[in-house]
Each structure stands twice: as structure tokens, then as C-alpha cells.
């Protein structure tokens, strides 16, 4: 994979990257509402100087270009419902929470996938696969909003083992990262089984056994590699997913992260942060997507780029 896969790739976004500001832009400027419209008790004078202010009053084809040049300078233009606050510092400050977040529960999804996928593509057709596998279809089906109280209600209030709510220390870390990660764990475990169970047949696998190999090392030596593929493919859009998932999550357990500034923005028709929240997400996804087809190529290194 040469310089010039990787310019083409940075380079497809930019034209992408225009099309979401295009479409987030006039989506949320077309519809119901607008973010002064709850001020009720505010004079008419007030509310046109409020409009004039954030230069809400001029077309919209205006307001459109304005933002694109405040966004060259990487300027996401001031909150309208936040008080002397930027959307900048919005996100500054609320989102390495969601990013941690995020990151331990795609831990607690590696962890918890690759040993049940592993310990079922190991033991086929036993217990080993039978449960874990089972696990995950209950995994998969189960949405956030019914783990998270659950969870909540077993581990917090009748067990009293981990708190409830917040993020301080890092027991309060445990039960919303876990919520967070379980389905994600769901799908790794049964890619990692569908991946190693392929790679069991090839050619490779079965000169291995022919030399008397204990089906452990051909497992860890030999099939995790290729057998891992499904997984790192997964693995870009399961993290942009596990951030801008958070949302329910961050509302479940009372976590200040970005999701939930995105949901009340959403509300009350803060256009400048829900704005700036879509395209930090959407500049996430393209990140950990180009990351995968990097990752993708070192493991197996027959893929080609033209």
C-alpha cells in the first residue's frame, strides 16, 4: 500500500466531508423550531437583538456561507443556549469523557469477544461453543436502554457492588462501559468464531496438523492471524459506533459526555453544537475506517491497492 492510496483515501473525504456539512446544515435550519423559541417572557426587541447577535436575521444562504469560512478556520461558532460558551470548548471538555467511555467499552468488547469466539471456534459444537455463542445472540438483540437498567438494578441496588451513576472513580467506570460494550462483545465473539472456523480449512492449517501441531499452537500461531480479519474490518465502525452510541449510555448513568449535549442541543435547536457534535462523528468514522484498511493490510498481506 503506497503514498498515493493513502492521499487518494484523505483526499475522498474532503468532497464528503462537504456533502455532510451541506446536509446537516440545512436539515436542521429546515426544521421546526429555533433555539429562541422557548424565551417567551422575552421582549420582541430582545429576541431580534438575540437573532441579530448570532446573525440568525440574514438569509439562509448567508448563514451558510459564514459558517463554512468560521469552519475553515476550525471555528464550530458559539453555543445559543450555553452562555458565553464556544461549541470548541463544548467539545473540549465533554468529549474525552465520551472517548474514554468509548475506549474502555471497546476493551470490555475485545476482551469479552475474542475469548468466548475463540474458546467456541476451540471447542465446536460443545458447551464452549453452545453457551458463549447463545450469550451473544441475547447480546445482540437486547438493546442499551434495557442492559443499562438491568445492570444497574443487579450490580448497583440489590448487589450494591458498583455505583450507579457518574464518572469519578473507576468503579463508577465499570457498569457503563460494560452496558456500552456488550453488544459490541456479542458481535466480535461470533465474528472471531465464524473467522477461525474458515481458516481452520485452508491448506496451511491442515499442513500444521500433518506435523503434529496440539490444536492450541495452531490456533494462537497460525489461525488467529487470518482468522482475526472479520474482527479488525469490524473494528472501525464498532468504535465510531461505541462514541456516537454513547448518547443512551451517557443518559442511563448520568455521564457529562458529548451525547448527552447532543441530545439537548437536538431539543432545543442548538444548531452551532449539533452542528459541530455530526461532524466530530462523522470526521471519527472516516478516521477509524482508513486506520482498519491500514490494519487490514499488515495482517494480511495479500490485499493489494491500486
Known amino acids: 500500500m503506497g503514498l498515493g492510496y493513502l492521499i487518494k483515501r484523505v483526499l475522498t473525504m474532503v ?31 430582545i429576541l431580534e437583538n438575540l437573532n441579530k447577535k448570532y446573525h440568525l436575521d440574514e438569509p439562509l444562504y448567508q448563514q451558510y456561507f459564514r459558517y463554512l469560512g468560521a469552519l475553515a478556520h476550525l471555528d464550530l461558532g458559539p453555543s445559543f443556549k450555553h452562555s458565553n460558551r464556544t461549541v470548541n470548548e463544548i467539545i473540549a471538555e465533554a468529549f474525552p469523557i465520551s472517548f474514554e467511555l468509548g475506549t474502555y467499552a471497546l476493551l470490555w468488547a475485545l476482551l469479552i469477544g475474542l475469548f468466548a469466539g475463540g474458546m467456541a471456534a476451540f471447542k465446536p459444537n460443545s458447551l464452549f461453543d453452545y453457551i458463549p455463542m447463545s450469550v451473544s445472540i ?12 438491568l445492570s444497574i438494578l443487579l450490580f448497583g441496588l440489590w448487589m450494591e457492588w458498583l455505583p450507579v451513576a457518574g ?42 496438523r500433518a506435523k503434529g501441531l496440539k490444536e492450541s499452537t ?54 452551532t453544537v449539533v452542528m459541530g457534535t455530526a461532524l466530530l462523528y462523522f470526521t471519527l468514522i472516516f478516521v ?19
Not at 463508577?172 to 453488544?183: D, E, W
Request: with cysteine; net charge neutral.
Open 138 to 149: 441475547a447480546g445482540i438483540c437486547l438493546p442499551t436502554f434495557v442492559i443499562g437498567p
Open 15 to 45: 468532497p464528503v466531508f462537504f456533502a455532510v456539512v451541506t446536509l446537516v446544515f440545512f436539515t436542521i435550519r429546515f426544521a421546526p423550531g429555533g433555539p429562541f423559541d422557548e424565551e417567551r417572557r422575552v421582549p420582541p426587541e
Open 218 to 271: 495452531i490456533l494462537i500461531k497460525h489461525s488467529l492471524r487470518g482468522g482475526l480479519l472479520p474482527v479488525v474490518s469490524y473494528l472501525g465502525p464498532a468504535f465510531a459506533g461505541l462514541l456516537s452510541g454513547a448518547l443512551v449510555t451517557e443518559t442511563i448513568f448520568n455521564i457529562p459526555g458529548l451525547g448527552r449535549f447532543f441530545i439537548q442541543s437536538a431539543l432545543n435547536r442548538d444548531y
Open 288 to 306: 477509524c475506517n482508513f486506520i482498519v484498511d491500514v490494519l487490514y493490510v499488515v495482517l494480511d498481506p495479500r490485499v493489494r491497492y491500486e
Open 167 to 208: 464518572w469519578d472513580e473507576w468503579p463508577s467506570k465499570i457498569l457503563p462501559s460494560l452496558t456500552l460494550g456488550f453488544a459490541y462483545a456479542a458481535y466480535v465473539s461470533r465474528l472471531t468464531r465464524g473467522g477461525l472456523m474458515e481458516i481452520r480449512n485452508q491448506d496451511f492449517i491442515r499442513t500444521a
